[in-house]
């Protein structure tokens, strides 16, 4: 585990690079304030007078109500690392937030989930119908297409190429589609461990894979870097999805802030209804020995990323909340 004095050092590098970069104060975030990104958030899609007021309530609906906002703070960090400007990683940032969101919009249709609340709120579909949700996941896609050009747009040609097929094996038939696909035919298939991480692969991780590796391409990074931060994406993307999983069986939705027990009600993937909550808690642990051997071996090059520490200690965190979730699930079974 990082230790707090490598991660404040990492933080001191990081405000010393970001400093030597030539834009003006005002444009540069503080990837540790939530309430800047908030903001960038809910005033990076403007909503004209003439929109329809159901249309306008929708998107406000979602653009007030971020989330933790964890994502957008990490691409920031990762694309300044990498040496893109201030103004261009917000935008980034912003957009892959804005795809993430569309994903979940369209997650909690009835269609898929039949969600009940998001980020603690009712979710889209229920307050502004489901037509209200799909438009509102449109605008979402097609602004996040528009920022993310504006962010590549400065890079040389064969990056700009390279980025965009990128996005499209991530969020396309090879990536979240095809995860969301395999997740709503799931029941068909055998429940095993194998066809549960299938779709973590394809949902879960391609969103992983956009947050890390798209800005250090970007950023002309080594191809052995890139490797690395493929395989972190794996490990944390599916130790992120076992968090989620665990959450789904053991949290109401005051704590977990989305609507409990769908996975089992629907018959949708979970790894920890598969292997058991122990089983889980255990490969969860594996995968974040696994990660922490490869960002090892990518600080000794790259130390300047050492704020992923942070990340991992996150899931580090969920991990022990699990633990603690388990034995009080224990305790009150026993009585």
């Known amino acids: 585990m990082l230790s707090r004095p490598i991660l404040q050092r990492g933080e001191a590098f990081y405000t010393?690079?970001?400093?030597k970069i030539n834009v003006q104060p005002e444009r540069i975030m503080d990837p540790l304030d939530k309430r800047l990104f908030s903001r960038a958030y809910?005033?990076?899609?403007?909503?004209?007078?003439?929109?329809?007021?159901?249309?306008?309530?929708?998107?406000r609906h979602v653009l007030d109500n971020p989330g933790s906002l964890v994502r957008p703070r990490l691409v920031f960090q990762m694309a300044t690392a990498y040496g893109l400007d201030a103004a261009r990683a917000r935008e980034l940032a912003v957009a892959l937030e804005y795809f993430h969101t569309s994903s979940l919009l369209f997650d909690d249709l009835p269609c898929m989930d039949n969600a009940l609340v998001?980020?603690?709120?009712?979710?889209?579909?229920?307050?502004?119908?489901?037509?209200?949700?799909?438009?509102?996941?449109?605008?979402?896609?097609?602004?996040?297409?528009?920022?993310?050009?504006?962010?590549?747009?400065?890079?040389?040609q064969p990056q700009q190429a390279r980025a965009m097929s990128f996005i499209e094996q991530c969020l396309g038939v090879e990536g979240l589609l095809n995860g969301q696909s395999l997740d709503l035919h799931y029941s068909a298939q055998p429940q095993t461990l194998e066809t549960t991480e299938r779709v973590a692969r394809g949902k879960t991780v391609s969103l992983i894979r956009l947050t890390l590796v798209l800005p250090a391409m970007l950023g002309e990074a080594s191809a052995r870097e890139l490797q690395q931060l493929e395989r972190i994406s794996l490990f944390w993307g599916l130790g992120y999805q076992i968090v989620d999983d665990l959450k789904d069986m053991l949290e109401n939705s005051n704590l977990s802030g989305k609507t409990p027990a769908r996975d089992t009600l629907l018959g949708h993937p979970n790894i920890a209804a598969v292997i058991g909550v122990r089983g889980a808690a255990q490969r969860l642990t594996r995968y974040i020995d696994?990660?922490?051997?490869?960002?090892?071996?990518l600080l000794m090059v790259r130390p300047e990323l050492e704020f992923l520490g942070r990340l991992r200690g996150d899931l580090q965190q969920e991990l022990a909340r699990v633990k603690r979730n388990c034995a009080a699930l224990a305790e009150e079974i026993r009585s």
Do not use: M
């Open 42 to 59: 809910k005033s990076s899609l403007s909503l004209p007078p003439a929109l329809d007021p159901n249309f306008g309530d929708a998107l």
């Open 16 to 19: 010393q690079t970001i400093l």
């Open 118 to 156: 998001r980020r603690g709120v009712p979710c889209t579909h229920l307050v502004f119908g489901e037509e209200g949700a799909i438009l509102t996941a449109l605008a979402l896609i097609n602004r996040a297409y528009a920022l993310t050009w504006r962010s590549v747009a400065g890079c040389p």
């Open 290 to 297: 696994l990660g922490d051997r490869v960002l090892r071996r």
